[in-house]
T-cell receptor
């Protein structure tokens, strides 16, 4: 079983709409959670950290559910430039980050 | 500008010909790591280093070597490349070896072994 699992998508979203997707993780001892954004075959870039209380950064909202061991990302008012693959990243409690395979989001005009 | 620099960006080589992919960071980060990314598998860690002269295996170390003689450099060495090492490689660094800061990635090296 993979440590971090994501729906690969693609999630096709009309411009201006809201899209949300989850990621599940297997290690209940994990302490650090992130969402990264990766454009086609480019390097992943940190989008936001995910905190226990949930956090928001502009149009992006991240939530953590420790009981069910998942994190979520919600994008409001989607822009064409939001089209990318979103990587869920979780620490393995041994000092290393584990990456999900990514969820592809395609925002259409 | 704070960055992680990888070279080369693209490389086509033949089976068995030793190669080195360089990685350098200018942020004084202690932690550095190499990943490979293959379709549908996400990023898999090859090797990592917590500091100078401290390296350890990641999830897929077979066929790779690394060294960390200086804080800023963390080269990835393929002594005898094989076609199954064709992949997109990323170097990453992080301060203090702590995961809560996230990683900064290099631009990637697309390697093809024929």
């Amino acid at each position: 079983r993979k440590e971090v699992e994501q729906d690969p998508g693609p999630f096709n979203v009309p411009e201006g709409a809201t899209v949300a997707f989850n990621c599940t993780y297997s290690n209940s001892a994990s302490q650090s959670f992130f969402w990264y954004r990766q454009d086609c075959r480019k390097e992943p870039k940190l989008l936001m950290s995910v905190y226990s209380s949930g956090n928001e950064d502009g149009r992006f909202t991240a939530q953590l559910n420790r009981a069910s061991q998942y994190i979520s990302l919600l994008i409001r008012d989607s822009k064409l430039s939001d089209s990318a693959t979103y990587l869920c990243v979780v620490d393995d409690s041994w000092g290393k980050l584990q990456f999900g395979a990514g969820t592809q989001v395609v925002v259409t005009p | 500008e704070a960055q992680v620099t990888q070279n080369p960006r693209y490389l086509i080589t033949v089976t068995g010909k030793k190669l080195t992919v360089t990685c350098s960071q200018n942020m004084n980060h202690e932690y550095m790591s190499w990943y490979r990314q293959d379709p549908g598998l996400g990023l898999r860690q090859i090797y990592y280093s917590m500091n100078v002269e401290v390296t350890d295996k990641g999830d897929v170390p077979e066929g790779y070597k690394v060294s960390r003689k200086e804080k800023r450099n963390f080269p990835l060495i393929l002594e005898s490349p094989s076609p199954n090492q064709t992949s997109l490689y990323f170097c990453a660094s992080s301060p203090q070896g702590q995961t809560n800061y996230g990683y900064t990635f290099g631009s990637g090296t697309r390697l093809t072994v024929v």
